[in-house]
């Protein structure tokens, strides 16, 4: 059964999108949950009419590396302020040959190969064990949004994917992404999990729109440069930021579960 929800859309932002140019800001909240402290201030605004919340998930300035970000606080932290659909925006590697620097990717798929994440809110004071099921992470309706929104925007971008979340922070060898590959994954990153499964528990529509900021390792004869990948993310951040502006409404529109 679903029903109407009137609520803010949540953004967390990743390397590259650490705030939000676009949002008109109306506020700015300093909070804590029963996880913990959240990994930035929830801002509050609007974009294209529609009530949003942002939250930089390395923390603003970018300082909370991939395995230490606390995503049990984010995820509730955005549930406490109301948010039912979250975009999380990520920046990948690119293992697909379609899928180079400063493409755009709506995965459709992911395989968790963390370790030692807190990675679920079902561990403590249960009545019954839950297992929710995670068949389909990205939310369906979500992706079609986003790829509508790139459409409309006039941009190119990959709407499948299999997203590996590694666990960083270094990256791979070129040994592990020939591993990833032969496992069938298109995009490989760090953040991608457990966030999308934490939503999910929580009954959100959760959504990936990811940013490729460098081949991954071994697809090319170089070594991977951060002044490559920050050249990916000047060229392909404005392309993120306009989905999100003309995906927000229609996303704030969608019923969750
Ligand atoms: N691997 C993992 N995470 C990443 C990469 C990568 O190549 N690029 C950006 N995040």
């Known amino acids: 059964m679903k029903r109407e929800t009137a ?25 804590s949950t029963i996880w913990g402290t959240p990994s930035s201030c929830l801002s509050e605004g609007v974009i294209g009419g529609q009530k949003v919340v942002f939250l930089a998930r390395h923390g603003d300035p970018h300082r909370i590396p991939p395995h230490k970000v606390n995503y049990r606080a984010n995820v509730q932290a955005l549930y406490d302020a109301g948010v039912r659909t979250v975009v999380g925006v990520n920046a990948v590697g690119g293992i697909h040959q379609e899928m180079g620097p400063a493409r755009i990717v709506i995965p459709d798929q992911l395989i968790d190969y963390t370790w030692g994440r807190a990675s679920t809110f079902f561990e403590e004071d249960l009545t019954h064990t839950t ?63 457990p966030e999308a499964v ?49 995906s927000m409404a229609p996303l704030g529109a969608l019923t969750h579960p």
């Open 131 to 193: 297992h929710i099921d995670f068949t389909h992470p990205y939310s369906a309706e979500a992706r079609a949004i986003l790829v509508e929104g790139a459409r409309s925007a006039g941009l190119s971008v990959s709407d499948f994917g299999v997203y590996a979340a590694t666990q960083g922070p270094r990256l791979e060898t070129a040994a592990e992404i020939v591993r990833l590959e032969r496992d069938g994954c298109d995009l490989v990153g760090m953040t991608g999990m």
């Open 7 to 31: 609520a803010p859309v949540g953004i967390i932002g990743g390397t590259g999108l650490t705030t939000l140019s676009g949002l008109q800001i109306t506020g700015q909240r300093e909070v």
């Open 198 to 246: 934490l939503a999910a528990e929580l009954g959100m529509n959760y959504v990936c729109l990811a940013l490729v900021v460098n081949w991954a390792a071994g697809k090319t004869d170089q070594i991977i440069t951060m002044a490559d990948i920050e050249a990916a993310i000047d060229e392909g951040m404005s392309g993120v930021r306009r989905i999100l502006e003309v």
